[in-house]
Nanobody
Framework: QVLLVESGGGSVQAGGSLRLSCAAS?????MAWFRQAPGKEREGVAA????????YYADSVKERFTISQGVDKKSLYLQMNNLKPEDTAMYYC???????????????????WGQGTQVTVSS
């Protein structure tokens, strides 16, 4: 099991930026960010194959969010620019030891989860 710890959430106004970080305790194959707003299902936001530039973004965040890893491949980041009120949610870091298809992120494909970090965007 890989321990994941997120940080970097907070409150910003629309148009602002935040950078989320996730520290992993071990090796991962695919890492991802999910988010869950109150009353909604958890949805995949972005994902990356460890050690590569293969990435996935949900349509709602393309051109605004950037997922990346640290050189140690155990740190995961999500740079969020031009934030919108609809981006308000709890954001979770997720990891799985295998390389999964990045075309459609499903929660069932990820084995390990962080505790979440809250992002609130005001209009």
């Amino acid at each position: 099991q890989v321990l994941l710890v997120e940080s970097g959430g907070g409150s910003v106004q629309a148009g602002g930026s935040l950078r989320l970080s996730c520290a992993a305790s071990g090796y991962t194959g695919t890492m991802a960010w999910f988010r869950q707003a109150p009353g909604k299902e958890r949805e995949g936001v972005a994902a990356i194959y460890s050690g590569s530039n293969n990435t996935y973004y949900a349509d709602s965040v393309k051109e605004r969010f950037t997922i990346s890893q640290g050189v140690d491949k155990k740190s995961l980041y999500l740079q969020m620019n031009n934030l919108k009120p609809e981006d308000t949610a709890m954001y979770y870091c997720a990891a799985t030891p295998v390389f999964i298809w990045l075309g459609n992120l499903n929660t069932v494909d990820f084995k390990d989860w962080g505790q979440g970090t809250q992002v609130t965007v005001s209009s």
